[in-house]
RNA sequence: GGCCCCGUGGCAGAGUGGUUAUGCAGAGGACUGCAAAUCCUUGUACAUCGGUUCGAUUCCGGUCGGGGCCUCCA
């Protein structure tokens, strides 16, 4: 099946052909790290988490390199070094085991490498100088700057000129710079400031510099897709493609550059001047990290999407449902063992053979997250109803919900994990107690119980098969 | 000023030149001692004004409204 993306580069959507099918090769910007993650930067690690699990599907799970970086070198992370008091590699590396965290706890798989720009300053000198000799960069004042006239199409990603820049230009040009479109590869750092020694004396690299230079490392010269966020276009996946091109001499850097759309939250922009900004952090403590993943799935990437407790809810009300078709289809066999999904061991999907394209389908049509959530929904119908659940379509289902990253937990797990105050074998007893009650027409006594339980957090639910319980809320 | 995006039923949110999106919420029904869960039925939406067309929510243009980017930013 065609896995069609939309390309910013050409702005439309085309049908995705890797470079090298045997290993298709990808970049996302990550997150400077300086504090937690907030919604806002889960949004591309989850949308391109779901790329690369239909990448995987497509092509075969070794068939694809995944490189999403970390930036451990900013001034930010310096300014906030500075004010805790702490120095830059604790900041940063407790930041990013953080971060890492919290993407697990959203289902986003560890990419394949995640270079740490510290770690590849050498790699990123090394192209600098290599961008003075091809005559696209020099040197002044201790800066290196990269000189934009020397690239004749240069803009070709944003669609913007160099004079069109500089007419909206809203900070003033530093006086050593050639041209005023230019920007900086390599700045100096006081002594004050962390530094790496360079032909150019000691400094520090500029922000665009690291991923152009680490995207070569890891992915070489010409890739297959770029992703990040929408406000990276300009400039900063710009000028990688000018750092990158006139070092290497190609017509492109990647043949398919991806941007995610923006979050609000609660209807407004999110500011650290409201305070209106979520982290995923928090939002773990009070929320199932599916159900924010399932909110961050349910527009369509391109798509603004406002992120809002009253959206929480509802995916998590969702989750229950498809949960519920889960636990309801238990006994359905579903053959082709392979992937095992930790939900049950009967239910083990081949990913790499699948059979039924329902979900999958959606997704390669520019991951279409929201129509094929809809198709889990309609498949979860089927499943809840005796008549038309079979095994294809649990297969179907099970598939869709990996290719998605939910549905990773079991039903049990789902609906009575972490129950505080109250033991799962008292509430058995109570069950128990209760059953007799009815048994015996104390319906009074019975209703007692279950009210009493529910004030506890604990629903009853009285099934064909006996009665379950789920914790409340 | 330049570049770009959006306006769908109570809410969220896909999609399509003529056929049910889907979910949540609401209403009715089935099941249940009563609930819950589940299933079935139900609401007949596409900012506005023109144009193209046999036919437009879907294509084109204008208008109105909202939003983003233009070297901090996912």
């Known amino acids: 099946m065609d896995l069609k993306i939309t390309n910013t580069l050409m702005r439309e959507k085309q ?5 090298d099918p045997s290993n298709v090769r990808l970049y996302v910007c990550g997150p400077t790290v300086y504090d ?28 694809v390199t995944h490189v999403a970086n970390i930036t451990d070198i900013d001034d930010k992370i310096m300014i906030r070094a500075k004010e805790r008091g702490v120095d830059i590699e604790t900041l940063t590396g407790e930041t990013a085991d953080i971060y890492n965290a919290d993407m697990a706890a959203i289902g986003v798989n560890r990419p394949d490498v995640q270079p740490r720009a510290t770690g590849h300053v050498s790699q990123m000198i090394a192209m600098t100088e290599r961008l003075i000799e091809r005559g696209h960069a020099y040197a002044a004042e201790g800066h290196v700057l990269f000189n934009v006239p020397s690239m004749s199409d240069y803009g070709q990603l944003s669609r913007r000129d160099r004079d069109e820049m500089i007419a909206g230009a809203r900070v003033d040009v530093a006086p050593y710079k050639r041209d005023p479109a230019d920007f ?11 530094g790496w020694d360079s032909p150019w004396g000691r400094g520090r690299p500029g922000w665009h510099i690291e991923c152009s230079a680490m995207a070569a490392e890891h992915l070489g010269e010409v890739f297959d897709i770029h992703g990040g966020g929408l406000d990276l276009i300009f400039p900063h996946h710009e000028n990688e493609i000018a750092q990158t091109r006139c070092a290497f001499g190609h017509a492109r850097m990647a043949n398919y550059w991806m941007h995610n759309g923006f979050l609000t939250a609660e209807g407004e922009k999110m500011s650290k001047s409201l305070g209106n900004f979520y982290t ?10 599916e159900a924010i993943r399932l909110l961050l799935l349910s527009a369509h990437y391109r798509q ?4 809002s407790k009253a959206g929480l809810r509802e995916a998590k009300t969702q989750l229950d449902r498809l949960y519920r078709a889960l636990e309801n289809s238990a006994d359905i066999p579903t053959e082709q063992p392979g992937l095992m999904l930790k939900n049950q061991n009967d239910a083990a999907v081949d990913i790499d053979h699948p059979r039924e394209q329902y979900i999958l389908e959606a997704l390669c049509d520019d991951l279409n997250t929201p129509l094929a959530i809809s198709r889990l929904h309609k498949l979860a119908t089927s499943l809840n109803s005796d008549d038309r659940a079979n095994p294809a379509i649990k297969r179907t289902f099970l598939q869709g919900a990996e290719l998605l990253g939910i549905l990773s937990t079991t039903p049990s797990e789902w609906f009575q994990g972490e129950v505080s105050g109250i033991s799962p074998i008292e509430i058995e007893r109570l069950i128990a107690a209760r059953s007799n009650a009815r048994k015996a027409k ?6 007692r119980i279950r009210d009493d339980l529910k004030a506890r957090g604990i629903e ?3 099934g064909p098969s006996g009665t379950t319980w789920k914790r409340a809320g």
């Open 36 to 63: 937690h993650a907030h919604v806002g930067n889960a949004r591309p690690a989850v949308v391109f988490d779901v790329l690369v699990r239909v990448l995987r599907h497509l092509y075969g799970k070794d068939h």
């Open 442 to 447: 104390d319906f009074a006594e019975a209703d």
């Open 304 to 307: 603004p999407l406002d992120f």
């Open 460 to 462: 009853l639910e009285d």
């Open 184 to 194: 900086v590869l390599w700045k100096p750092s006081a002594d004050d400031q962390p």
């Open 15 to 19: 049908v995705f052909t890797p470079i």
């Open 280 to 289: 995923v952090h928090e939002l773990l403590e009070e929320w199932p990290g």
